[in-house]
């Protein structure tokens, strides 16, 4: 079993024994244990690596790996370390690194990059690809403009399998990696697209035309490329032609690049909903400090109100000390409970699940699912306070309390999130403070309320 597991962890990405092995030709300053421990690696695993390695060393496995670094690694790389990567490399290295990139990937690398580096990384570039990358920058940071690949392949409609075949194999300059041929009318507006599989099952006067994939749709440069690689998911598509105003195709959005965006969102909404932003393991501690503080202040914010809350009922728990140490529990159990529902409706609103067609039902659901937990809690809490501290009326107080901030948290984990996106707020990163208010506030004010009534 143990060798399994180790066979495992060796088949993906880097171990901790590579790791060390870095180090030590690294310590030793030994170019050739360091490219025989590097050259064989994948770039996304080079990559981790050097996000892996302590910053004062990567300076040295820069310059003591004489295979460079290619661009790929910088592609795959963090965006918190490619600005510093890139400063260590000559303009020389950074041309080479670059030069073989598909224009995605370049215009990924250079947009979040300061103006000198910038334009170091686009001075590496032929003319023509350094127009499309500068085109590409062009187009708002999240549509399918900016992430699209500029590299494709078209052919005329009324072309046959037999001029695809023959187009493909002359001196003609095509992308490294295409799944398709995409058609075009004389005004280039794309009209369908053929799979290479189809192509080459096909004889060679079969006309392109009667091949073409039903799924075929095109997407505008200035569509969120989010709605882009969802519908690449939904439809299971395998590239995405990106068109211009005039409908003529200007670029593709292949289903790699898709799955990477949706990803990226997934991970965004969970580093988000824990108010977190977009931190990286490589960030510094200052920069890691700024982005949780504002979060941390509003969380303290929503906890002050809680404590007014509790304020009013002074006299009601010095009346009877059993409150404090139960008051805990409610918010507690409301809490997590709220937290379930908003993480499902955060991650349902961020995939398009949730719509104004289910939203009531999706909400009466989670209501009724709050209601029924609450009510077998309450009946677990019930009994906890008539044993533990002797009084029936006290049970029924937090089991009433129970099931009432359970049915809130359940509604207040739904809602929230659908207010805060009709507003146009980013539900991940703002609902969470709300949710935690809510369920905080009603928690403590329905079970300090009814203890004054009933106990007191």
């Keep these: 079993m143990a060798e399994t597991l180790d066979n495992t962890e060796e088949a993906f990405g880097i171990t901790d024994r590579l790791l060390a092995d870095v180090l030590e030709a690294v310590k030793a300053r030994s170019s050739a244990n360091l490219d025989r ?23 040295d496995v820069l310059s003591l790996w004489s295979g460079g670094l290619e661009g790929d690694v910088l592609s ?17 290295e950074l041309a080479e690194a670059v030069r073989e990139l598909d224009s995605d990937d370049v215009v990924d690398l250079v947009e979040y990059l300061d103006e000198p580096q910038q334009e170091a990384v686009l001075e590496a570039l032929d003319a023509g690809d350094r127009v499309v990358v500068e085109q590409a920058l ?27 075949i023959d187009y493909l194999r002359s001196d003609v300059v095509l992308p490294d990696q295409f799944y398709h041929i995409i058609l075009v009318d004389p005004r280039l507006k794309a009209v369908g697209y053929v799979t290479l599989g189809r192509i080459l099952s096909h004889p060679r006067d079969m006309p392109l035309n009667e091949l073409t994939e039903p799924t075929f749709r095109t997407f505008h440069v ?42 990226e969102e997934a991970e965004e909404d969970i580093l988000r909903l824990a108010g977190v932003g977009e931190g990286r393991l490589s960030d510094k501690v200052i920069d890691t400090t700024k982005r949780r503080f504002p979060w941390l202040a509003v969380n303290l914010i929503t ?9 009013l009922f002074e006299e009601t728990i010095a009346g009877l000390v059993a409150l404090a140490v ?14 379930q529902s908003l993480t499902v409706a955060v991650r349902a609103l961020a995939t398009r699940d949730l719509t104004t067609a289910n939203m009531w039902r999706v909400i009466r659901r989670e209501v009724l699912v709050g ?13 906890v306070g008539l044993v533990w501290f002797g009084s029936p009326m006290l049970g029924v107080v937090i089991a009433v309390a129970m099931v009432i ?52």
């Design 303 to 311: 906890a002050i109100l809680a404590s007014l809350v509790i304020a």
């Design 371 to 383: 209601l029924i937990n609450g009510l077998i809690f309450a009946v677990v809490m019930g009994a």
């Design 222 to 263: 200035a569509q969120d490329v989010e709605e882009v690689a969802q519908a690449i998911n939904h439809y299971h598509m395998i590239t995405a032609p990106v068109v211009d105003d005039d409908d003529r195709v200007v670029g593709v959005i292949t289903i790699d690049d898709a799955m990477v965006f949706l990803e």
């Design 326 to 339: 139960l008051m805990p529990i409610v918010a507690s159990m409301g809490g997590n409970a709220g937290t």
């Design 37 to 59: 421990l590097l050259d064989p690696l994948h770039p996304a695993d080079v990559a981790h690596l050097l996000e892996q390695i302590d910053g004062k060393y990567r300076p």
């Design 405 to 456: 901030n359970m049915v809130v948290a359940g509604l207040a984990g739904t809602v929230i999130p659908v207010l805060l996106e009709k507003t146009g707020v980013d539900p991940a990163l703002a609902s969470g403070a709300f949710v935690t208010t809510v369920t905080d506030i009603v928690g403590f004010f329905a079970f300090l309320g009814l203890a004054a009534v009933w106990l007191l």
């Design 76 to 92: 795959e790389l963090d965006e918190s370390l490619r600005e510093e990567v890139i400063e260590q490399l000559a303009p020389e």
């Design 138 to 164: 062009t187009y708002p940071e999240e549509s399918a403009g900016r992430h699209m690949q500029s590299e494709l392949v078209r052919a005329p409609e009324h072309w046959t399998v037999g001029d695809a």
